[in-house]
């Protein structure tokens, strides 16, 4: 059983279209994230959400929204979508928001905008 | 605000030697923790090994220990008896206590691991 799942593994799409990503964890898990990880391989946070609520919302394009319709899931949804938005998407969780829990993350959504 | 700085791009190591990977942070904040994450070239995220700032000893996992060095502000990672199966990027991350407790990751160490 995967403890983080991403659907789709792939997603090559045009510029200006509207895609989603979807997530899923059976860990029992509160908290996840998004993470972005460009072509250098540097990961950072996007977005992470505690028990369904918004609790980091990094400096990201507003075309990027978040949505949890419950603890388990955390989707990511881009509109307009642009060259610079190719990367691979990584979505986490951990059991609680605060300091020295690990994260466990998804197997990566490598999208590619043409 | 947290900063984790990752000098290595790349190391090699023979197998079954030990290899140490460097990571030196800068944090205002009085209590915070550092993780280590292995990224094979299968692409998923591993967590390996976490130490706190107020934990009196060096973490260690298996063949994963963290030489953690408060005053000089680096938490380097040591794997010994290095395997093939350890070729990867190697992600070091702070977490802070203040705001958010996000990770903020380094640029990453990409180890090659030699036969």
């Known amino acids: 059983d995967t403890a983080v799942s991403q659907t789709p593994k792939y997603l090559v799409t045009q510029m200006g279209n509207d895609k989603s990503i979807k997530c899923e964890q059976n860990?029992?898990?509160?908290?996840m994230y998004w993470y972005k990880q460009d072509s250098k391989k540097f990961l950072k946070i996007m977005f992470s959400?505690?028990?369904?609520?918004?609790?980091i919302n990094e400096t990201v394009p507003n075309r990027f929204s978040p949505k949890s319709p419950d603890k388990a899931h955390l989707n990511l949804h881009i509109n307009s979508l642009e060259l610079g938005d190719s990367a691979v998407y990584f979505c986490?969780?951990?059991?609680?928001?605060?300091?020295?829990?690990?994260?466990?993350f998804g197997p990566g959504t490598r999208l590619t905008v043409t | 605000a947290q900063k984790i700085t990752q000098t290595q791009p790349g190391m090699f190591v023979q197998e079954k030697e030990a290899v140490t990977l460097d990571c030196t942070y800068d944090?205002?904040?009085?209590?915070?923790?550092l993780f280590w994450y292995k990224q094979p070239s299968s692409g998923e995220m591993i967590f390996l090994i976490y130490?706190?700032?107020?934990?009196?000893q060096n973490a260690t996992e298996g063949r994963y220990s963290l030489n953690f060095q408060k005053a000089r502000k680096s938490a380097n990672l040591v794997i010994s008896a290095s395997q093939l199966g350890d070729s990867a990027m190697y992600f070091c991350?702070?977490?802070?206590?203040?705001?958010?407790?996000?990770?903020?990751f380094g640029t990453g160490t990409r180890l090659k691991v030699l036969a």
């Open positions: 130490q706190g700032s107020y934990d009196q």
């Open positions: 991350a702070i977490q802070g206590t203040s705001g958010t407790y996000k990770y903020i």
């Open positions: 959400y505690n028990n369904k609520e918004l609790i």
């Open positions: 986490a969780s951990s059991q609680d928001p605060g300091q020295g829990y690990e994260q466990y």
């Open positions: 860990l029992g898990h509160d908290t």
């Open positions: 944090t205002s904040d009085p209590s915070y923790g």
